[in-house]
RNA sequence: GCCGCGGUGGCGGAAUUGGUUUACGCGUACGACUCAAAAUCGUAUGACCGAAAGGUUGUGUGGGUUCGACUCCCACCCGCGGCACCA
């Protein structure tokens, strides 16, 4: 056998496989199906690095594993491919994005391909295709036509000094990415979707989906659900009302004033009683011109100015209360309106003491929780400062100053309070979300134009669906205009077209969508990628559909991974999904963790620190790389790239090479039992691992099978054996080992094999190392067979010399057995 | 501030229905091969005491439960990630 050569074979069975196919998934084949999928990717100048490179080579293994199982394995890829960084350099360079799409996409398919990974490519997508984006605007036009888009003004991100609007990862701490000029509002008119339509339902299905704990926690803490009351507060000597929010209708009692958002739409209402109107509109004014970023970086001050002239009256004691407005009210959330309660609330607190309001306490702590808070108060020595803790008591406890409702416990008044208000009107049960909805417009070229027509007369009008898709039009600068419009405003022969309703003349929307557009639904695409009729055919989607595992990025937890699941459902909803398949679009959801440079380093092209996979298996080989990122750490976790440890991979791969050279010249058709005992664990612990993404241990194991292999001196490894090691081997090194599996003589590709499956009884049986401790502390070991008896193995313990000096003359209370495992003496 | 994750040799990490701490890999040292080096192979490798046998100690800190704790409980420290005036 010549010697280890990776590029020669990789190169030659790269081309093997794709000319024989051996990846095709199989449309509606009576195999049961398996769709595994990565996130596909945006496809930028600089090109994949090592750590692109992990998870897709983790699901490559999955799929692998998958299809010797037995599987139709749906594996597919394709590009994310609108989207800024290509825009800017666009903008720079004036080549034209598509062209520079193309270029990138051909660059990253090129080193996917040199990984090795078995994508069907014959399914390959690209959200830039019109043929593709057709879709992505049938669905806005379906959201559109259901209510669910819709258009209203919001603010922004505008750059002053640039003139241009910002999406919101180019603004950097405040500023503009570029110019470093403070950012500010811009009100614009833009088009919104309605996910908080389906804020609930995104909570409760995640009950019916295999994620990992944080993700859900992370989606859950996202839409952030809270369940309280609205309660409302009348004002004085007027007809007018105004509704709170609140989850603790239980310290309504201590409610000493209302603060309102300076947006609330009610101030202008009152103007005729306020007096001191003037003042009270410079101070909204000037709230209004601060960014969210502002007003937040301002948190400690709780500024803001009374509206005198009315009062409010609070609905359990009739008392009079002052109305202020300040912007730490926030006018999206609940009623844009609050009561404040400064002896337990920290913000009305400190807003409380800057105004000077009165501060009164209506619950106290229950039992060890007061104490606690006393000496904590005396210990920052700042008791009595308004209340007895000097801050405000946000926990729950027994109300007091409360009239009525004295004595009673907290969770029990929040009920009671609000069922008592609601027998005059004045309060409902109420549920308020954080999540908003979503902006769906931006102001830029490379993306899908939104398909919609504004008509004087008519309104705003979707295009027929028979004329899309709405194409990009060529334009000759990409850069966004002064006005804050897209690029594409300036189209005059691109915008001005004819009302689908009158025929009077109208202008197109000038807006594009956001990158997650195209990445809703995509999944959905490679069930069927050439339909030219619909979406997807349902016969298809009901064959592939779902997603039998899913992996992506962390940081997609709250933003695609939650987009894609409310357009999934408005997708299902509608019947554009087939009803059969269930409101949930991925079955299993997986995160890899980052890989960063050496020293733990973040890879970045500034630090010159990348590391590019074809170097990597320009020097090593594919199957080098492919082991080394799987062995290098746990593959959720970050974990940084060590280039001693991927020599380390090579090591070990070499090694296999060598020992299959020994066992063609030297190969036994039995070989040794131990080796058979010792595979099969090896092969459970494998087909184990890979599933529950422990590839590093997986790895781990199939090299202490190999050091036995080698140091075994008792007739090596038998040809059933050997040709199930490689089998096992062979998701990870998928090269070698078809190279190895053609030597052997078999003309099958080693990937169209049947997984073994480990003999149980083979995994049970053996010699194991014993522990035997004296009053819990190992004094000796010694190998027995593992299913030795307790009585049996004591008399053995008993008789070693180590043990009988531990014991002799010392009274022996109780010996604890644990079978396979150790003895413990205690004395 | 709130939520989540983590803290084990010189390094990446392994081990949790409580049962050998440091598997596997890297590094290091020594030896073999070589004219030599690299590669490869072999041996050793937590710390401390000891010539050795052996012993003591050891999984962020301090307590607790247990025959036995990296694993369980309580209190705390540190690091990372996310959210952040959401009433």
Not at 505 to 528: F, H, I, Q
Not at 546 to 552: F, I, K, M, Q, T
Not at 777 to 798: N, Q, T, W, Y
């Amino acid at each position: 056998m010549e010697t280890y050569k990776p590029q020669k074979i990789e190169k030659k069975w790269q081309r093997i496989w794709e000319i024989q196919g051996v990846y095709r998934a199989k449309d509606l084949s009576k195999k049961p199906k398996s769709y595994i999928l990565v996130e596909f990717p945006y496809p930028s100048g600089e090109g994949l690095h090592v750590g692109h490179c992990r998870p897709y080579i983790a699901l490559d293994i999955v799929a692998r594993k998958r299809r010797m199982e037995g599987f139709n394995v749906l594996f597919p890829m394709g590009w994310d491919a609108f989207g800024l960084p290509t825009e800017n350099y666009a903008i720079k360079t004036r080549i034209h994005p598509r062209i520079v799409t193309k270029k990138n996409t051909a660059l990253f398919k090129r080193q996917q391909k040199n990984i090795g990974l078995s994508f069907d490519w014959s399914r390959e997508i690209n959200t830039t295709d019109p043929a593709y984006y057709k879709w992505t605007q049938w669905i806005f036009l379906q959201l559109f036509k259901k209510g669910l888009a819709y258009k209203a003004k919001m603010p922004i991100n505008w750059c002053p000094s640039c003139k241009i609007g910002l999406a919101n990862e180019e603004v950097v701490d405040g500023s503009c990415e570029r110019c470093g000029e403070r950012v500010t509002k811009k009100e614009k008119e833009q088009w919104m979707l309605k996910i908080t339509k389906y804020a609930e339902r995104l909570i409760q299905d995640l009950d019916r989906v295999d994620y990992p704990e944080r993700v859900k926690v992370l989606q859950k803490d996202w839409i952030g659900k809270s369940e309280g009351a609205e309660i409302e507060f009348r004002i004085q000597n007027s007809e007018f009302r105004i509704p709170v929010f609140t989850t603790r209708a239980d310290t309504l009692f201590g409610a000493t004033y209302l603060v309102l958002a300076p947006e609330h739409p009610e101030i202008e209402n009152f103007k005729p009683h306020i007096t001191n109107y003037k003042f009270v509109k410079k101070y909204i004014e000037e709230a209004k011109k601060k960014t969210e970023r502002e007003r937040i970086s301002e948190m400690k001050e709780k500024m803001g100015v009374e509206i005198k002239g009315i009062k409010a009256i609070n609905p359990v004691n009739n008392r009079e209360i002052p109305i202020f407005v300040a912007d730490y009210v926030l006018i999206h959330y609940g009623t844009g309106g609050i009561m404040a309660v400064p002896a337990h609330d920290q913000r009305d607190f400190d807003f409380a003491k800057l105004h000077n309001l009165p501060i009164l306490e209506v619950i106290k702590p229950q039992n060890n929780a007061e104490g606690r808070l006393r000496q904590s108060a005396s210990q920052r020595g700042s008791l009595y400062n308004g209340t007895p803790y000097g801050r405000a008591y946000e926990g729950e406890g027994i109300l007091i100053n409360s009239g009525r409702f004295n004595g009673m416990k907290s969770e029990i008044a929040k009920e009671r309070i609000v069922a008592w208000l609601a027998k005059k009107g004045l309060a409902k049960k109420a549920v308020n979300y954080k999540l908003r909805d979503w902006i769906f417009s931006r102001q830029r070229y490379w993306g899908e134009p939104i398909p919609m027509i504004q008509c004087e007369r008519c309104g705003w009008q979707p295009v027929p669906e028979k004329d899309l898709p709405v194409k990009l039009p060529s334009v000759k600068k990409y850069q966004p205009t002064q006005t804050g419009e897209s690029p594409l405003a300036a189209v005059e022969r691109w915008i001005n077209t004819k009302c689908p309703k009158c025929s009077s003349l109208a202008k197109r929307e000038t807006d594009v969508m956001p990158n997650w557009a195209g990445s809703n639904w995509y999944y959905l695409r490679y069930c069927d990628p050439k339909n030219e009729k619909r979406l997807a055919d349902p016969k298809l989607l009901r064959y592939w559909m779902p997603v039998n595992w899913y992996n992506g990025g962390m940081e997609h937890a709250t933003l695609h991974l939650l987009y894609s699941r409310f357009i999934y459902k408005f997708l299902w909803d509608i019947k554009a999904v087939p009803k059969s398949l269930g409101p949930e679009p991925y079955k299993k959801r997986t995160s890899h963790g980052t890989v960063l440079g050496e020293k733990g380093i973040k890879m970045s092209k500034s630090r010159g620190n990348v590391i590019n996979p074809d170097q990597v298996i320009k020097e090593y080989g594919t199957d080098t790389l492919r082991v080394y990122e799987m062995f290098m750490g746990p593959f959720e976790q970050t974990i940084s790239w060590d280039t001693k440890g991927v020599k380390g991979a090579k090591r070990f791969l070499e090694r296999v090479w060598k020992l299959t050279g020994k066992f063609l010249v030297t190969q036994k058709p039995k070989g040794s039992s131990y080796l058979k005992k010792l595979l099969h664990k090896t092969m459970k612990k494998v087909s184990e691992d890979i599933e529950s993404l422990k590839f590093n241990t997986a790895l781990s194991s199939l090299m202490e099978f190999c050091n036995a292999w080698q140091t075994n001196k008792e007739g090596g490894l038998g040809k059933k054996d050997f040709k199930d090691f490689l089998k096992i081997f062979s998701p990870f090194a998928p090269h070698l080992t078809e190279e190895i599996w053609s030597q052997l003589g078999f003309k099958s590709s080693i990937h169209n094999q049947k997984w073994p499956k480990h003999d149980p009884k083979l995994v049970k049986e053996g010699i194991v190392t014993f522990i035997i401790q004296v009053n819990g502390r190992v004094r000796e070991k010694i190998e027995a067979e593992i299913g030795i008896s307790k009585r049996e193995f004591k008399k053995l313990a008993l008789a070693q010399e180590n043990i009988k000096k531990w014991i002799e003359r010392k009274n022996l209370k109780k010996t604890i057995f644990v079978p396979g495992k150790l003895i413990n003496f205690v004395i």
